[in-house]
């Protein structure tokens, strides 16, 4: 099976108005043109072939927003509509496109960075900003990297499982009307 995996991600963990341009460029240029790089790199041959599957990876910040994460968030909502799109463009040659938008994950890199962020802000100020960080969260913690990873596999069975249940109920459609 052809199945790629875009999960290409850097963070400016900063307010909007401490942001350069140099920090909103350094993200877009990662999260929203590598998405789109590695969509270029690989769909020709998918259609060509005609089979293959796509995953990107968002964030939930790309529909929720996220303060400190403004150009992530810009990015990733990016990506989603661009992954929608092409999806659109080479419907039915045989090749899915899926995002997988996952929340707060629980991984060194986000405990690295939380922490440094509460030396940046201080113990008060920090706690005050996870308790409405939290809040966003129904289920109350972080996701896991193996609950992502298995969304991730699971994003294309899914779609190929649906298209098989939408061609069994168009051919039923068929027969009962001739």
Request: net charge positive; aromatic share 4%; proline share 2%.
């Amino acid at each position: 099976m052809l199945v790629r995996l875009n999960s290409a991600a850097v963070l400016e963990h900063k307010l909007f108005l401490e942001s350069t341009t140099h920090d909103c460029r350094r993200v877009m240029d990662v999260c929203l043109h590598g998405a789109m790089l590695c969509l270029h790199a690989v769909l020709l041959g998918m259609v060509e072939c005609g089979f293959g599957r796509m995953v990107c990876l968002a964030s939930d910040s790309a529909c929720k927003g996220h303060a400190r994460l403004s150009y992530c968030a810009a990015a990733k909502a990016c990506v989603i509509a661009t992954v929608k799109s092409v999806a659109q463009e080479i419907g039915g040659q045989g090749v899915t496109l899926n995002v997988v938008s996952s929340g707060a994950t629980n991984t060194p890199m986000r405990v690295k960075r939380e922490h440094s962020l509460g030396e940046q802000m201080g113990e008060e100020k920090y706690a005050r900003r996870a308790k409405t960080v939290w809040k966003k969260y129904p289920t109350g913690r972080l996701g896991e990297p193996d609950e992502i990873a298995s969304a991730i596999a699971s994003a294309p069975e899914r779609q190929r499982r649906l298209r098989n249940a939408l061609g069994r109920a168009r051919r039923r459609e068929c027969r009962m009307s001739n």
